[in-house]
């Protein structure tokens, strides 16, 4: 029996499909679960925060990934194995682990399989701008997209969470790299970070940026905005260009813009170019764990970043806070909430 034995702790549940993740969410408390044989009890530390996935699924907009009221949210989280269950070898109490499972990342405590728990060195809330998101901008660039050298690459929210990890990647790879950004705050850190041309939306005009300083067009795109942003980039793909859909964070709005475009299949036949999405789960995770386990070690050896968004968010009931935050645009890195002290 372990100390927690009737013990609560508190979770984040989407507790009704509404217009907004704010409305359709609240705070309960539970008993804290015993591991079943094959699982391990983690407490959770930090928790890693996707606004746009958490927004659209608040309105059962999520794709494959069906809202079924009352659920349990959020996936990534940092904390350590307080527990673990018959038959567990691989890890111990004290471990430092990374998960990454959908339900398990908005509440203090968290049950899952062993194999399902990533030891790493030290809890660091920095983890979480690798795995999932830049794991994601990994896969994207390198498998979706066949991103090559000496290529122009246009990373759309490049200081965002999987943003700041795609530019440092194609940058490392030979490429000139344009990066697009909502703040001059965030369109100087794409450019620390590696940027050849930082684009501040707000200030410059996108597509007249592109015509005037690319006039041959993009090779490789990431995009993970959409809307009228997404028009553009498909407007400006090189020949034989690839754009990559990792996301749309405009369709989070409450009222999402209606297409205006026409059908784009005549824009990319003329160009030969091709458009591609990359959903991570379930089409390629065969390639996490190769994805993972080199950006983990270049983040060890110094070789790329992980960038933290310096907002501070403390709790469970902080997170609606840091879902909005996302969605609005604010973040620079990953945005993460603290669950306990480490």
Known sequence: MSDLAGTTHRKL????????????VAVEEEPVGEPAP???????????????????????????????????????????????????????????????????????YATVAASEALKVDAPRPELLAIVPSGVAASIALGVCGEMGRD???????????????????????????????????????????????????????VRDVLEDEYP???????DSVGGGLFDTCVEHLAPRGRIVVLGFAADCEPEPET????????????????????AIPPHFAEAVPEHRERLLALLDAGEIRALVD??????????????EHCALGK????????????
């Open 13 to 24: 549940v989407l507790r009704e499909l509404g217009e907004g993740f704010r409305a359709s």
């Open 310 to 323: 310096q907002s501070s968010f403390v709790g469970v009931e902080s997170i609606p806070d840091a879902v």
């Open 151 to 205: 290529e122009t690459v246009l990373v759309t929210a490049a200081a965002g969470a999987a943003g700041h990890i795609a530019v440092q990647l194609a940058k490392r790879a030979g490429n000139r790299v344009i990066g697009i950004c909502g703040s001059p705050k965030r369109a100087g850190v794409a450019r620390e970070l590696g940027c050849d041309r930082a684009i501040n939306h707000r200030d410059e005009t």
């Open 216 to 222: 041959r067009g993009i090779d490789l795109i990431l």
């Open 38 to 108: 094959g699982e391990v009890l983690v407490r959770n530390l930090f928790a890693g925060v996707d606004g746009g996935r958490d927004n659209l699924l608040s309105r059962d907009a999520w794709g494959g990934y069906p809202a079924r009221p009352p659920q349990d949210l959020g996936s990534e989280a940092v904390g350590t194995v307080v527990q673990v269950g018959d038959g567990v070898t691989a890890l111990r109490i004290g471990d430092p682990v990374l998960i990454d499972r959908p339900g398990c990342g908005y509440r203090e």
């Open 259 to 278: 297409p205006k475009q026409p059908r784009i299949y005549h824009r990319l036949f003329w160009k030969s170019a091709s458009l591609r999405g990359c």
């Open 331 to 342: 973040a620079c890195g990953k945005v993460v909430v603290s669950l306990a002290e480490p």
